[in-house]
């Protein structure tokens, strides 16, 4: 059963010194990203899948990007640009 889905968290902690990220994770989504940039120390198990995990990220692999809001005509104009660039090919 694992975690609860209110026990469930995933933090990161940032250090300046070494500019590596540790990361903790009991999500199971985010367990299967992790696995897929790093090495991770599987914590806990249930049966043969981990539950629990911790691992180091290089301060490269972590992004802290705003995400960029398109209004109704900026999706348009896009979407023209698009539709131009590919009856051009």
């Given at each position: 059963?694992?975690?609860?889905?209110?026990?469930?968290?995933?933090?990161?902690?940032?250090?300046?010194?070494?500019?590596?990220?540790?990361?903790?994770?009991?999500?199971?989504k985010h367990i299967r990203?992790?696995?897929?940039?790093?090495?991770?120390?599987?914590?806990?198990?249930?049966?043969?899948?981990?539950?629990?995990?911790?691992?180091?990220?290089?301060?490269?692999?972590?992004?802290?990007?705003?995400?960029?809001?398109?209004?109704?005509?900026?999706r348009e104009r896009a979407?023209?640009?698009?539709?131009?660039?590919?009856?051009?090919?």
């Open positions: 059963m694992g975690y609860s889905r209110e026990e469930q968290e995933t933090s990161l902690v940032f250090d300046n010194s070494t500019g590596k990220w540790t990361v903790y994770s009991t999500v199971s990203k992790l696995s897929n940039l790093t090495e991770l120390f599987h914590l806990e198990y249930e049966g043969d899948r981990p539950i629990a995990v911790r691992g180091t990220l290089t301060e490269k692999q972590v992004s802290m990007k705003k995400e960029r809001v398109y209004t109704d005509e900026q979407a023209e640009r698009l539709s131009k660039a590919r009856n051009a090919l």
